[in-house]
Antibody, heavy 127, light 110 residues
Framework: EVQLVESGGGLLKSGGSLRLSCVASGIIFSNEWMSWVRQAPGKGLEWVGRIRINTDGGTTDYGAPVKGRFTISRDDSKNTLYLQMNSLKIEDTAVYYC??????????????????WGQGTLVTVSS | QSVLTQPPSASGTPGQGVTISCSGSTSNIGTNYVYWYRQLPGTAPKLLIYEDSQRPSGVPDRFSGSKSGTSASLAISGLRSEDEADYYCAGWDDSLSGPVFGGGTKLTVL
């Protein structure tokens, strides 16, 4: 059974930095594309970004609201996914979920959609 | 403002069926697969439907997905009180080069 456990959330001031971690078990982590998805209080889901497996280049992509401020990385030896968040804004306040991705090839384009989810960790940014 | 559009609420009585809609465009639903999630109160989302109409193992056949053009639907039959949750549609968007979500539909079982 897939288990994803996020940690590192907390309360901090606008402009600060924070690093979230997600430890995976029950899967071959090095074979999994991984994403971060966030959910602001009382709001819907928003994709933050994704990292490919190393054999696919290990490259990352991000949603527009976080591009240039957030960085996703992975340590396959520790089965751990990271989200480094810099220059935090009040609107970054959310529960952050780590997910495995379901990867498909559609008309020659590789697409990834979140599959299994962790329980989430809350990040609160104040002014 | 979500890229995919869902009704904010839906309701039904135990044993009834209910359908939740999801509307998109040619850059997402019209050309890519649709996925559905259920989020019970205070918990993480769980994948219910993938690739328009496929159910992961363990998801009962009371849940079914369909798609036509740039719209998709999630149908739930034989409603139970434990189906009361938020339901989200999602899919890949070619223009944004990433996954996009609907705003969610809160299902109430009366």
């Amino acid at each position: 059974e897939v288990q994803l456990v996020e940690s590192g959330g907390g309360l901090l001031k606008s402009g600060g930095s924070l690093r979230l971690s997600c430890v995976a078990s029950g899967i071959i982590f090095s074979n999994e594309w991984m994403s971060w998805v966030r959910q602001a209080p009382g709001k819907g889901l928003e994709w933050v970004g994704r990292i490919r497996i190393n054999t696919d280049g290990g490259t990352t992509d991000y949603g527009a609201p976080v591009k240039g401020r957030f960085t996703i990385s992975r340590d396959d030896s520790k089965n751990t996914l990271y989200l480094q968040m810099n220059s935090l804004k009040i609107e970054d306040t959310a529960v952050y979920y780590c997910t495995t991705d379901r990867v498909s090839m559609v008309r020659g384009v590789i697409t990834n959609i979140p599959d299994s989810w962790g329980q989430g960790t809350l990040v609160t940014v104040s002014s | 403002q979500s890229v995919l559009t869902q009704p904010p609420s839906a309701s039904g009585t135990p044993g009834q069926g209910v359908t939740i809609s999801c509307s998109g465009s040619t850059s997402n639903i019209g050309t890519n697969y649709v996925y559905w999630y259920r989020q019970l109160p205070g918990t993480a989302p769980k994948l219910l439907i993938y690739e328009d109409s496929q159910r992961p193992s363990g998801v009962p056949d009371r849940f079914s997905g369909s798609k036509s053009g740039t719209s998709a639907s999630l149908a739930i039959s034989g409603l139970r009180s434990e189906d009361e949750a938020d339901y989200y549609c999602a899919g890949w968007d070619d223009s944004l080069s990433g996954p996009v979500f609907g705003g969610g539909t809160k299902l109430t079982v009366l």
